[in-house]
């Protein structure tokens, strides 16, 4: 029986990490947009977050029977999230960062991991109308506040070679203007 136990530790510990190397990068991404951080940067909170998930799923592995890894983890990271929400207010320069914790949590849940709505309700303990209701406002948020141009190129001069390749605005109403050519000035 001795023999049998650390043998069955290790496959369980290949098996977890076959399954933390394929699954790490999209968990990664989705703590990432949850936590608000910049996925262009370090993303310490996501890291976090995602470590905190693989280490609670790494904890029932050999339980799991037939369930799926990635479902799970995915569940730990999203419950774990809306326990500790109110470190993820302050923003941090992600592209979800200017919405509230809980409507990130509901808008990367429902678009970007497709978990359905009354999952996403029965998963955070809030009824189905509120998750559509917070979905809802989450898109109308990142919609209003698409971002503008960089302030640098707005303040920076046109060079006159683009300017001349502007395409001219067509007039807005009004009578149809003469097609035919105008002679040249003398």
């Known amino acids: ?8 530790e290790r496959r369980h510990t290949r098996e977890f990490a076959l399954f933390v190397a394929g699954a790490a990068g999209r968990l990664l991404h989705t703590a990432t ?5 910049p996925a262009s940067r370090p993303a310490p909170a996501a890291e976090e977050l995602l470590t905190c998930a693989l280490s609670r799923t790494y904890a029932v592995w050999d339980r799991l029977r037939g369930d799926d890894p990635y479902e799970r983890t995915r569940r730990e990271m999203a419950a774990h999230f809306a326990h500790t929400a ?8 992600g592209l979800l960062d200017r919405l ?6 509901v808008l990367v849940l429902r678009l970007y991991e497709g978990v359905a709505e009354e999952q996403t ?4 303990g809030i009824p189905a109308e509120r998750v559509h209701a917070l979905c809802l406002r989450a898109i109308a948020e990142m919609r209003s506040r698409r971002p503008g141009p960089e302030p640098a190129a707005a303040h920076r001069p046109v060079p006159e070679s683009a300017a001349a390749h ?7 109403s009004g009578p149809p203007q003469d097609s035919a050519p105008k002679p040249a000035a003398p």
């Open 86 to 93: 109110w470190r993820h207010r302050r923003p941090r320069g």
């Open 33 to 37: 947009l949850l936590t608000g951080e």
């Open 1 to 8: 029986m001795r023999e049998r136990r650390p043998a069955q």
């Open 100 to 105: 509230s914790p809980q409507e990130r949590l």
């Open 121 to 124: 309700a029965a998963q955070l």
């Open 166 to 172: 502007r395409p001219v605005p067509e007039p807005e």
